[in-house]
């Protein structure tokens, strides 16, 4: 089993910036890929980013690629999602995921998941 605890989320205004932090706990960290999705109100959960196990290889919603940056650190079992400019659009639960691979995206393709933090971005 691997534990996944998100911090950071927030009410920002438009054009501000935030840090999401998964924290992992459980098994070994380094042994999967990470991903991170988010749910708006009323809409299916959508993939933002992953990266690889080692953190060499990352992959982003193309909508996101220019804003988003998703990195981690292996020696504090820890993933990170850096949102810069963000939109109204941006409001959502933002969930970290573990599994998977860098390059998939789909919610089914990942085994473990957190309770989701929630991020406002007001007009």
């Known amino acids: 089993q691997v534990q996944l605890v998100e911090s950071g989320g927030g009410l920002v205004q438009a054009g501000g910036s935030l840090r999401l932090s998964c924290a992992a706990s459980?098994?070994?960290?380094?042994?999967?890929?990470m991903a991170w999705f988010r749910q708006a109100p009323g809409k299916e959960r959508e993939f933002v980013a992953a990266i690889s196990r080692s953190g060499g290889s990352a992959n982003y919603a193309n909508s996101l690629k220019n804003r988003f940056t998703i990195s981690r650190d292996n020696a504090k079992n820890t993933v990170y999602l850096e949102m810069n400019s963000l939109k109204p659009e941006d409001t959502a639960v933002y969930y970290c995921?573990?599994?998977?691979?860098?390059?998939?995206?789909?919610?089914?393709?990942?085994?473990?998941w957190g309770q989701g933090t929630q991020v406002t971005v007001s007009s």
């Open positions: 995921a573990a599994g998977g691979a860098v390059y998939k995206f789909r919610t089914y393709d990942y085994d473990y």
């Open positions: 459980g098994r070994t960290f380094s042994n999967y890929a």
